[in-house]
């Protein structure tokens, strides 16, 4: 069964820094999504992509996100300049089989910001 | 706000029981409704998927929908120490397209003891 794949698995990264998590969603699909989980938390919405464009944002996705899909298969999510409250699992999602359709998750990056 | 709330739980039953879970949720024109079962540090994994008012079973899950009481419900029949989970609702809303985000409620810890 096709499956979302994210990269890296943990990464860990000091304050300030800039990091890049990588995702490839389902080949087929259309419409991407980032979503985070602070530990004990629920899991929020960022950001939904689709034709090359964001297509809505949270109140989290703020200018220290981006997003960005440079090729056919990749798609990233970019926070410039890490806090220590970015720490959480970040999660990649991908539709576009049909109306209605669920999202598909990766299996997720946990970020650690120290 | 859109919110969507899960009973808090956390959730203990014997194995063989029926377990119950229920989620509410605010936005009156939403859409499709999803649940999904989280392990400890995993992504979330669909379970069900249900967009008409009645009941859809699908082996020892049932979903259920109310719109008019915008409430949806899932029971596991004959529940296994691996059903022990989070599961957490999910709610596609009006006004987006059929690729729209989901709303997640904030989860309910079920525990499935022998």
């Known amino acids: 069964e096709p499956e979302v794949t994210q990269t890296p698995s943990h990464q860990v990264t000091q304050m300030g820094q800039e990091v890049i998590l990588r995702c490839v969603p389902i080949?087929?699909?259309?419409?991407f999504y980032w979503y985070r989980q602070i530990l004990g938390q629920k899991v929020e919405f960022l950001v939904s992509?689709?034709?090359?464009?964001?297509?809505?944002k949270s109140e989290i996705f703020d200018d220290q996100f981006s997003v960005e899909r440079p090729d056919g298969s990749n798609f990233t999510l970019k926070i410039r300049s890490t806090k220590l409250e970015d720490s959480a699992m970040y999660f990649c999602a991908s539709t576009g089989t049909g109306g209605l359709s669920p999202l598909h998750f990766g299996n997720g990056t946990r970020l650690t910001v120290t | 706000q859109k919110e969507v709330e899960q009973n808090s739980g956390p959730l203990s039953v014997p194995e063989g029981a029926i377990a119950s879970l229920n989620c509410t949720y605010s936005d009156r024109g939403s859409q499709s409704f999803f649940w999904y079962r989280q392990y400890s540090g995993k992504s979330p994994e669909l379970i069900m998927s249900?967009?008409?008012?009645g009941d859809k079973e699908d082996g020892r899950f049932t979903a259920q929908l109310n719109k008019a009481s915008q409430y949806v419900s899932l029971l596991i029949r004959d529940s296994q120490p691996s059903d022990s989970a989070t599961y957490l609702c999910a709610v596609r809303g009006a006004g987006g397209t059929s690729y729209g985000k989901l709303t997640f409620g904030q989860g309910t810890i079920l525990t499935v003891h022998p």
């Open positions: 080949s087929n699909h259309l419409y």
């Open positions: 992509f689709y034709n090359n464009e964001i297509s809505e």
């Open positions: 249900i967009y008409s008012n």
